[in-house]
């Protein structure tokens, strides 16, 4: 009985498909331009609104005999300054220092609470050196927050200090 001849084996040269593959790769990688998607997003800002409302205040200057010129303001101003490393290093209400993030989180209710005071917004002062996770965690504090008439505080606003201090 004759025998059967083999098919030669066929052998893929899989260095060289490799090769190709990884070219093909790389060029793809440096040649791609994603289109720019900042114009795409559609952003619902709200509307302008000054940072400080003044009630019932004749207009800057106005009255030069005025020893308190900041009564009328609802604001209240919080100061957050940042060390070298990004985390909190101090923070103050107003002009009184607060020990620290535990500190703040117990005595800022009670400034808000304060039927007296009429802060109905916060205007946080903000270090550059800050890192994101020390501010967001005094704005998680800050939204927990509730006001003397009992709505909750929905107005911050933000401003950087001043490099230099």
Not at 77 to 101: E, M, R, Y
């Amino acid at each position: 009985m004759p025998r059967k001849k083999r098919a030669p084996e066929v052998e893929l040269n899989v260095t060289a498909m490799l090769d190709m593959a990884f070219q093909l790769l790389a060029f793809f990688i440096l040649t791609f331009k994603p289109a720019p998607i900042e114009g795409d997003v559609v952003l619902r800002m709200p509307r302008a609104a000054p940072t400080t409302v003044v009630q019932k205040a004749p207009a800057a200057g106005a009255d030069r005999k005025n020893t308190n010129p900041v009564q009328g303001l609802t604001s209240l101003v919080i100061t957050v300054l940042g060390d070298d490393n990004g985390s909190i290093q101090g923070l103050a209400i107003g002009d009184s220092q607060v020990g620290g993030l535990p500190e703040f989180a117990t005595r800022l209710p009670t400034v808000l609470k304060d039927e007296g005071s009429g802060f109905d917004q916060v205007l946080v002062q903000v270090d550059s050196r800050l890192d994101y996770e020390g501010l967001m965690q005094v704005i998680d504090v800050c939204t927990r927050q509730q006001l003397a008439n009992g709505k909750k505080l929905t107005k911050l606003s933000f401003v950087e200090l001043p490099s230099g201090r």
